[in-house]
Every structure is written in C-alpha cells, then in structure tokens.
C-alpha cells in the first residue's frame, strides 16, 4: 500500500524494520505524555504505529505537536526502533518510530463520540456522524469482512459455472408481495417506474433465455414499515439454475455454504440437515429453528387432557419442553419464566412447569390436577430424567406453538446452550405452496406466485390449495432465515391457474406478469432458484443480531438517513417536470 | 454442469465420449431430413449437439418428432456415435447422439425472429423478446465476456488491497450536475429520495472514514434525454484512493487495465501515454482522441491567414490534417468530404483541401488566393510530402478543432486506420478546473465540484477561474473515454472556496453538501479517485459501439423497458399511500 505519500501503512512495520526511514500517514488514536517522552498512537485502516517524540532532544517536534488533538491526519517521518515496553496485542508492538519530521494533513474537531471498540456514543449519533463510527475497529471489520464474503461468493459462484448477470433498477411495479417504492417518470407524466422487490422475474426470463446458471449480489427494495432489524434497501445474492430438480439445488448451495465457512470462518460444515416444515413447525414451533441445541417439542394431548384441567382439555394443543437440569428453578426463576411468556411479545395466558425431582417425586403447577402417576407418563413422554424441568404451554396450535418456541429460544439463552462460534445448519423443505389470510379471506403464495406445486400435487390445486405442497426450501443458521426458494412454475397453464387460485383475474395477471407468461410461451426450461440475504448471512456468520451493523450508511427505522437527512423536499422545478404538485409554503 | 435432468451440456462431448450413454438438455435450433435421417441440432448454453433418428429402425420416434419445432425444449437420452460427416466449426462436430428416448419439456410457439448471429428481427421487436433475441450468440456471449470482466476486475482489485463497499441507493436529491430520478417517501409526504447519479460523496465520505481503498462496481442513474448510447441506468466501476498523488492513481489503474486486456483479451498493454487536455485539444480537436492513427492538427493561421482569402483572414483559427497518399483524390471524392462536413452533425460551412501531387505541384480549392509557395509552404508545415491530401477548415477556434476533428475520424475510418482489435490508451491530464456557460453565465465543475485546483493554482480560483487547471485525468481507448477522475477538495474552506465559485450560496452549500463539508472537519485524508463506465468498457473491448449489446434488459431512448412495458401507471391505492394524485380517468 506504498504511495507517494507513505513508504508504510501503520499495520506493516516490525522488528525486521529496524533502523529504517519511513514515511506513515493516518489519524491521532491517542497522544499520552510519560516523562520526558510524548507518544502518538497513529491509526490507519491496517493498524496502529506509536511514534515516539523525545522532549529533550526534539524540542521544536514538541512544540509543535502540543495543539494536536485526537483525530487530526498527519504524516510523520522517522525511524523506526525497537520499543522499550513491547505491546504484544498489535502486530506493530515491537517498534515504534523515532520522529524526525510531521506535518499535518488535516485537523480535526474534536469527535462527537470517540472512536473506541466500546464508544461512548448513542445509536442517533454515531448514525448521523457514519463516517466516524465506520473509523471505529468493529465497524470497520463488518465491513472489511463483507467484502471478503462477496468476493468468495463471487469466485465459487464463477468457478461452478454461475454468470453475473446485472437486471434492471426501474421495472414495473408489480402490487402482489410487499410496498414498492416507485420512480415518477419525467417523460411520461403520471407514469411510474418501481424499484425491484426482487429481480425473480428477469432471473426466470433469463432462464428462458438460456443462461442456465445466473446470479447477481444485488440491492433490493421494500417500502414497508421497518422492524428493528429491516432495512428499506438490501442485499440479495440471487441465483437461479436451469434443468434441474430440488436436489441439484441443495447440493449445489450446500457446497457455496461449505465454501463459505471454510473460506471466511475456517471452519469445515460436514453436514447440513433437513427437516421438513411440518416436523420443524411439530418439533420447534417454527420454520426456522434454532438447531444448536435439541429441546424438542412433545406432544402431551394425550396424557394431560381428559382430566380435571379445563385450560388443557379446552386446548387445541398441550405441548412441553425439557429443561436439562433445572428442576431446582427456585419459585423466583419459575415466576421469571412466566412472566416471560406472559410479555405481550409472546402474549400466553400462563405456564405450567412439573419439577422432575432428584427424589423421584413430581412437583407442577398443576398438582391439584394430576397425580404423580400422570406426571410420570408425562415425564416418560418427554423422556424427562429425575432433575429436569418441564415446561408445558397450551391452547390454539399454531399459537402454542409459537409461544412455546419463544420459550425454548429463552431457555437456550439461560442454559448458554445458543452458543455465539457454534453453527447448526439447516434445510427447511416441502413448505405449503399457498396460506391462507383470514383479514382479506384468500390465499397468499407462501413463497411467491411463481412457485411451483409439488407435481403430485397440481391435481388438487383448485379443489384443496391449503393441502398443496411445494419444492421450497429455506436454508436457516443458528435459528435464522438466511435464504429460501423453490423450483418454479416454467408452463404458462399452470403459472394461469397459479394466479386464479391466488385471485387475479386473467387480465390483472396478463397485465402484470404478461411479459414472463409469455416468455414461457417460446420454451421455457424447468427451472429454481434460491436468494440469500446478503446482510443477513454477514451478521449470522459473525454472530450478530444486527444487520446494521454490516451496512456501510444504514437507514434508521423511520427509513431516513440520518447523516444525508434524506428525504428531503426537492425544488419546484423538479417536480414541476415530473407532473407533480409544486411545494406547498 | 451435470444435473438430475442431465449427464452432459450439449458443449462438451466428443470423441472421447464415444459409446456412451448420455441424456442431454436443451432447445431445438434446426430440424432436417435427410434421406432416412432427421437429424436436430439441439442447443444450450455451452454449444450445440447433434441428434440423430433413423427413420428405419426407430419409426416411433421419428413419428413423435414430426410436430417438434424450433425452440422447443427436450431431454434425449442416447448413445454418442461418431459422426459420419464431421463438423470441424464447433467442438461436438466429430460425434452425434443415436437417440433411444425423448422427452418435451415445454413446446415453443414459432418465435417472433430467427435466433441466428444475423437475425432476422428489427430492433423493436428484439427489444420487446428480449428473452428470445439473449438466445442469439452474440448477445450470449456479450454477457459471459462482461461477466468475466467483473470478475477479472473484481479479483485484481481485491488483490491491491481495495475493500467493495456497498454504498445507498435512497440518497438525497443534488441539482448540481445532471437530472435526478426521485422516489417520493410514504413516510413523509413531499418530501422524495433521489437515486445517486454516482456514489461519488459516499466514496469520499468512506476515504474520511479511513477505508483507504474502496472500489464499487455499482447501478449509477441519470434522468436525462437520451442519446443513441446512453442508458439512464448504467454501471460504473467507481474507485478511491487515500494518501495518494495523481501518479499513484494513474500507476494503480494503468495495473487494472493491462490485467484486463492480459486476461479477458490476452493483450499485453505495454504502454499507456498521457497527453495534457490543451495538447489533445490542439492535435486531435478532442479530449478523447482516437489516437490508433496520427493524422495530427497542424496550426496554419500564420501561413494562410493575411493572404487574399478572406474566410481564412476572420477566422480564429486555421487548421488542418494531411491525408497520406490522397492526393489523387476524385473530385466526387472531395465532394463527398465536403459534405461530410456540412452535414448538421458536423456543421462547418466548407472544406479547403490541397493535393500535393506527385509532379511537386500543388492544386488546391484555393488556387485563385494563394501562390504554389504559399501551399509550399503548408505542405511543409504540415509534413505533407508528394502524394499526399491536406484538409483545412477554419473557423472559431473550437468549433473548427471539433469540425476537424469529425473529419479526421471520417479519413480515419476511410483509411482504414481505426482498425477493430488495436487498442491505443491514452491518460488525457491536466483538465480545467471550471468551464464557464454562456447560457446561464456561470462557471460550472468541467468534472464536479469535489475536485482540487491544482495547488499551484489554488491562489486563483477566484481572480482567474478559467485559467485553473486540477489534476483531473480521463482514461481515453480508441477515441473513447471510459473512465475520468481527480484528486479531490479535502479541505472544508477550500470545498467553501469552490462552492462559492460555482454561484452556491453558503446555505445552500450547507443544505446539500454539508454532510460532507461536516466530514471534512472531523480529519478527511488527501484522496482521488477514478470512476469508469463499465458497460463502455465492455463494448469498447468487444469493438462494440452500442452499450445495449452488453446490457441484459436496457431501455430504449424513449427510456422505457419496451418488453416490461414500463413505466406504466400505478394503483390509485399506492398513489394516495404517497400522498400523490390519484389517476384522471
């Protein structure tokens, strides 16, 4: 990294540099006095250098570095010498430079927050002030190891015989799925443009044209109501293979998974299990279950209904867990775990719990209810030993199940069982093609409208669409969605009767998707896919729950830039070509 | 790329593969008879394959092929045979497959044009299929080539230590420069977010975050009246360097274009000249000389000028170019020159030539005004020698050197000496800071804002603005400019300074730049950088004048997606959701 303006960076230099001249440019981290020395600490995107000034035999360097501050650029000459107090955290330790020369670059204010690991500034601020919280070291590596990520992605991809192929920004706004945002068009007045939600379309188009393996990391877009961890524009690696079967496509993505590990993490990905939606649902509670530790649902219906206990016999389920362990809860800990699932978040009535004891003797919130002799099946069910705890929650299923799924990931987190470096990976398979919204009482593509039906299901389509399954696949790390998609309808019969059930007439969906249904006219290739999200697969590799924190100028959850301040007004003339009402004043 | 539906692609086999059995994939490109045999030539991604059916012995299938057509997609299953008359123009030439089983994986409708290199299609309709016409090899491979670009360019890059950093697609509106497109906020009304015409602040805003090296090869939109090649969204390989001079930023990008042309083109670049923009100007009339041939201006003012012709006598400048081994030109031929340039494109008002004949004599259309010692005399200025054509045109000094300059791409391209596959780089230098318009009596940045008079002019930027050069740089191939870029203002009165010059108010400076003149106080590094055109690059490379070739979906100039339709209306729901007005009916 030697430029004119530096022989060195401040990452570079060691022992083996001793009593050589150098030239360093960077940031003031720290200036510390000790005696008769004054030490710099200068900071560069590769690392740390101190230089050193000696009041004594340096008196003018001195002075002149007195009105620096923290942050100022400056660049120094000098050479380089062995420390007296090595530093054996930096690879920089061993040395430092004797100054002979500085002059600097620019000043600086002093920063609204400072520019440590462990910064005392708020979320606001280091958001409108980016480009001093992207100084600091943790920051910086998200985004250092984002670049590392994509280029691998980008070479594995290349080396299997995937094309990059870029799609277009302004499409058509196409209302199924999410909000678009949308661009007015200037030369035709009340004509808009939309941002891609996706590029499915023109991946699928370019299957029909033959590129056989296409895919693109590529910013995407939704205007929806942002959740603490959605961002309005992210990232997708989107990819899609033509001739192929479900099959083909979890293997190939299992090897750019394994790939990925082993390039960025080091670490060897031996196997990747799967398990089907409906055993994840039965079993977690979810789609996307957290696998690093087992505590698996068990179905307790038959054991704890049928006796005095209305809230269970009323309930569509009666499901538990097993806590390892824990039957020496003290009554506070049982109370916190209650109150847990009592959280609106969560939104249960209540828990039941039967402690396990050493003893052999059962003790639950339900004792009136039950003898020891149903506990015990109970706990034979759940194959619950003497010192566990069992945890059991009730009522509509999927509602159950949800709340129970909360539970669990809590009691992951108490028992230390989610372990930050330990990674379980997963292939969620055979999802429902269609799910029904009671609100406005039709189907919705559970994945999207171009998804096939399992073929064994195409006959009932029409006659039982909750019934149908599809070959959709989510691929979930550590509990987390991190991809998903499906082989795809490539017939425009079936892709017609896809849209009916879904409720559009056939003039909506030629209008909207004409283009790809008459694309499937001229021979389309059968055909799937699969999408990652790109700032989510960062964060989950580097055991964060933020995708924020992988986005180099990320938007707050009012959509807004906080350091641009945008959106903002634009001026009259703007709008006045775009056809649009002036600002009012 | 063998899949569940495939064992080999249509590309790879040979005579190796001799004996067995294979199933392959793909579209129908051609069906014939001949005698007993049909043969199809069935066609994917990686080639073409040979299909053979003998009528005798496989009288059923035969039977099943008869309604095929072309564009249909099929799997075969059959043995490799060798072929009996062998095609040594595609790899699989030596072999054919003796089908046993066929299978129609989606039937085609006869396409809209033929999908052969020379289609038979017109533009429009191209544009409408254009799923169809990316079928057609030359487009095909358009995309692999730019594909591989990416990935060349991406790896070098990597590898010099430069980090790709994702920058935001939502910014803010910037008048300066060219027309924005917007994206009105749902969140609030009125106010709009623009898509960057460059990620040009970010890129800087990321130097003073201390990335150091930071590339991005990134959608750029623009919402400008279209020229024949140009796209309003097009993607730039945006590049910015900290701690650097302009011959470090030359000396990188000189390393990224050998690599290119060494591993996309295996062309070993050895020499990139520079030229100052007052020499290119001077010489070539230009500042993106095609500089494959010399055919350089030659300043005639002090030979011609003074004499009985007056044309010559008003004009600024008097010009011309020698036309080696022209001179016998037919007077048809003189014509068709000077109409070339009358033409409203060129606009001149006439051509002066003199033909230096091989007797030593001169003839010229300017006989009656000058003596034979006055051409002499141009023949020597101009290093004509027996033979040889000299073309003068006259004029105001920059509209003659553009005039010329047309006209010397005329004879270039007459001659012969702008052959495709030769490539002359040139680093045109020393750009001016400011160009001044007459129309709204201001100066404006010639390249923008961000960009620092060179030091030594520094004093006066505003006593003598036109007379301030930066160290502002383009890189020209063949006459085309496919990259430009400067050492930037990183200093906040000095950006004050610069604002102040191009007529911002200092509130309006503020309103839309602050972020970044804010970052400048908080210890920005001296950085430049360098963006290129990645389509241009790629058509430059492939000896392509049209970008669209190596655009997968472009637009038209009318900027609309004619197989999309966008844009189009949008439902009156998202329309009030913006706080728009509803569609008139």
Redesign the interface.
Known sequence: ?K????TH?CGELNAQHINEKVTL?G?IQKIRKLGGMTFIDL????GITQLAFNNDTDPDLCKQIERFGR???I?VSGTVTERYSKNKNIPTGDIEILVSEIEV?????V?PFTIEDDSDGGDELRMK????D??RNVV?NN??F??QL??AI??YM?HI?F???????????T?EGA??????????H??????PQSPQT?KQ??M??????YFQIV?C?R?EDLRSDRQ??F?QIDCE?????Q??ILNTFEGLIKYIFQTTKNIEITDIERITYADAMKFYGSDKPDARFDMRFVELNNVLQHKEFKVFNDAELVVGIVAKGCADYSRKQLDELTNFVKRPQVGATGLVYVQCQADGHFKSSVDKFYEQADLQVVAKQCDAKEGDLILIMAGKKEKAQKQLCELRLEMGNRLGLRKAGEYKILWVIDFPLLEWDDETERFYAKHHPFTAPKPEHEAILESDPAAVNANAYDLVINGTEIGGGSIRI??KELQKRMFKVLGFSDEEAQKQFG?LM?????????HGGIAFGFDRMCSVLCNSDSIRDF???P?NN??R?M?????????DL?LK??G??L??N
């Open positions: 990294m430029t004119s303006l530096r960076t440019c940031w900071r560069d995107r590769y942050e100022w650029v660049t670059l620019n000043e600086s204010l920063p002030y980016r480009y001093l992207l100084r910086k985004l250092l984002r670049h994509g280029i980008r070479n290349n015989g094309v990059e192929i870029e799609t277009p920004f302004l499409v058509n706004s209302p909000r678009d945002f949308v661009v007015p068009s200037r030369l035709n009340g004509e808009f443009y939309a941002l023109f188009l370019l029909a044209a033959g590129f056989d393996r910013k877009f205007d309005p524009e990232t293979m033509s001739f192929i079967s099959e083909d490539h017939n283009f008459n694309a499937f006219q001229y021979g389309a290739p059968p986005i180099a100028f938007k009012a959509a830039d350091m641009l301040n945008a959106p903002t007004r634009i001026s703007q070509e775009l649009l009402p600002n009012e």
